[in-house]
Structures are given as structure tokens and as C-alpha cells.
């Protein structure tokens, strides 16, 4: 009834499923848990999109291709080619060079 609360935080992250953060307990997904091998690709990815930014004054450009086929994927462009304009371009280099461009 009296444990310290670094104690108690030890004991809680120490059984893996809650962790003390901000001031509050929250429920965590346990690092030994088989689900983090269905989100690790998924994390993975968005970190190499992340990396892959390119920032001009106000503006970015990224692009990544789909796992499936790197010949495939899409592009985006804000205000780093062409100024105040949001573009978003979908790529298809298989067989021959298809490019679908939405402005907005």
C-alpha cells in the first residue's frame, strides 16, 4: 500500500504491459509481443519515407515506390518544384512511362 513510486514503476515495466509516462500509466505493447513483427515493415517504412525528404525554404518533396514493385509508386511535391502548388504524382516505369498528376 506504501511502495515508492520508483518502485512500483520498475515492477510495471519490469511485467512489460505498462509503462509510466507523462505523469500517467498507459498500456504498452509488451517488446517481446509477435505483433511488433507485423508492424515492424510498416515502421520500417515510413522511417526510410521520413529520411527521404527533401525541404526547400517552405516546401518538400518525397517519393517512395510500393513493396511490390519499385517501378511503382507515388511522389509528393509541395512548393519545391513549382511555387505555392501541392502536386501529387502517380509513377508506373514497367513497360512504359506512365505519370498521373493530381494538383491541388
Given at each position: 500500500?506504501?511502495?515508492?513510486y520508483e ?8 511485467y512489460?504491459?505498462?509503462?509510466y509516462?507523462n505523469g500517467r ?8 509481443d509477435?505483433?511488433?513483427?507485423r508492424?515492424?515493415?510498416?515502421i ?12 526547400d525554404?517552405?516546401g518538400?518533396y ?6 511490390i514493385?519499385?517501378s511503382?509508386?507515388?511522389?509528393y511535391?509541395?512548393?519545391f ?5 501541392f502536386?501529387?504524382?502517380?509513377y508506373?516505369f514497367r ?7 493530381t494538383?491541388?
Open positions: 500500500m506504501h511502495i515508492p518502485l512500483l514503476h520498475k515492477i510495471l515495466e519490469y512489460g504491459r505498462i509503462k509516462k500509466y498507459i498500456n504498452i505493447i509488451h517488446k517481446h509477435e505483433r511488433y513483427n508492424i515492424f515493415p510498416i520500417t517504412k515510413k522511417l526510410e519515407i521520413i529520411k527521404r525528404i527533401e525541404f525554404g517552405a518538400f518525397f517519393a517512395f515506390s510500393f513493396d514493385c519499385n511503382v509508386g507515388l511522389a511535391d509541395y512548393n518544384s513549382q511555387e505555392n502548388q502536386e501529387i504524382c502517380y508506373d513497360y512504359n512511362i506512365t505519370q498521373i498528376r494538383y491541388l
